[in-house]
């Protein structure tokens, strides 16, 4: 077939495939979101047109979503390339998500019958090294023209029988384009049938929940009517979540959306933050468990950006609540959602206060909170279905368990003997949750909660909640009493 019949990237695809690989190597560089990752990029952008954004941005997601196959493409694709190149492809992240770029485009669906030829493919590459000003010798030239040959000569449907050859973990990488030193762990700390579980729920599409406020319940009917195709994507819920380790229950009502798009959330966005915050269930339920709270001082270790701090609020009489948060940008946006409250919380005689502190050392004395919540920062395995981008991020479990152990050192500081904690992360590594717990068993004992299970399932020193249980984002929950005996 010659050239002039094949699928031609057009220009607009070479300018979104240059923001693409700009996007991906910042995101990888500053561990962040491809949102926040894509902001970077395009105010560095100020010509850039919004087709191109919008084209780059799909690109983007895709490659995220895809990574685990195309990295293991591309690995297959570099088979006798001389070591140099492979150690410059590790260490040069341009050229490596350039050439998971090429690895997408080749392998993308649309291309799947007739891929872009060797001549096409040669051309993008070049345009894409001379923008990123990435230089190569001849030796490097000629052995990417062997990894793009390689690349177009893949049989993808041997290519799946092989992978089932090579292991489980190389299997369920590629399958589920998950990294496999998480699935190793996974399968280690959980077992092979949950990990299959968790792994599949992880690729389907997920469901929103958008929570209405206490001091906004009346509108629920107003938001559905304006909702389109609320019959078909929108269910009403009055969700009933155990409280504090007793019979009390608390009541919310969710609008739970199983096909989350713009026109919605177009919608929901005029009644945030003042009627309504979009939250998962298992968010919501965290802070729950410290209800029902009446005349007492409450403190959020991590309150921002707000979704968890502003709900105790919402349910708090005549208490103290207090919420520190050391991220000034958290920090900006729970003030911001405070202040919508702030008649409400006059009406219920509660008084709220934000601090901009570093919780590993707050200023306050020991035992002054009657309860505290300590959702804390973590390695945010629990959520990646929301960010598929996330899950390619390098995890330095070492720094985060120690931040949560002095976090949780902290928290029962500051707490009462006898007062009632929740621990919390949105994680399903038990480094992070029930293997911190088990270190503070001398200090504080383990309260049941949710005895029915139905909003979580047990687990060693704590509970969880998994998506494809609970249709939930995936998190470690502990409910607990400071002991007496506590120092």
Known sequence: MNDDSQPRPTPIRLRAAQLAIKVLTAAEKTKTSIRNAFQLIIKQQPKVSNKDVQSAYHLVLEIAKRRGRLEHYLEMAMENVPVFLRDKITTNLILHHLLVFITFLV??????QSSPSNTQIKKLMRVLLRQNDILLSTKEKIALDHIIKRLQLLDLN???????TTGIITEYSVKYNFPKWLIEKL??????????????AENRQIRRYFRLRASHSEIIDEIMNELPDADKNVKKHHLSFPSAGNNDQTHLIMLEVTNFNNQI????QKYIPSCGVIQDKASALIPSLLFPIKNEVVIDLTAGPGQKYTLILEHAKNSYIIGCEYNKKRL?????????????LTENGTKAQLLHADSISLPMRNECADKILLDAPCSSTGILAKYPD???HQV???????????????????????????YSVCSVLKEEGEYLIKKFLNRLELVSFDLNNEWSIPSEFGKRTFRHLHDTDNFFIALFRKNERST
Do not use: C, P, S
């Open 107 to 112: 392998t993308e669906e649309r291309y799947q």
């Open 158 to 164: 041997i290519i799946e029988d092989e992978i089932r």
């Open 187 to 200: 399968l280690d700390q959980h077992g092979k049938k949950l990990v299959q579980d968790f792994l599949t």
């Open 265 to 268: 959330n177009a919608v929901l």
């Open 332 to 344: 900006q946006i729970a003030m911001m959602w405070q202040k919508t409250l702030k008649q409400w």
């Open 390 to 392: 996330h899950r390619w």
């Open 396 to 422: 330095n479990l070492k720094f985060i368990t120690t931040l949560q152990e002095k976090l949780l050192n902290e928290a029962l500081r500051i707490l009462k003997k006898g007062g009632i904690g929740v």
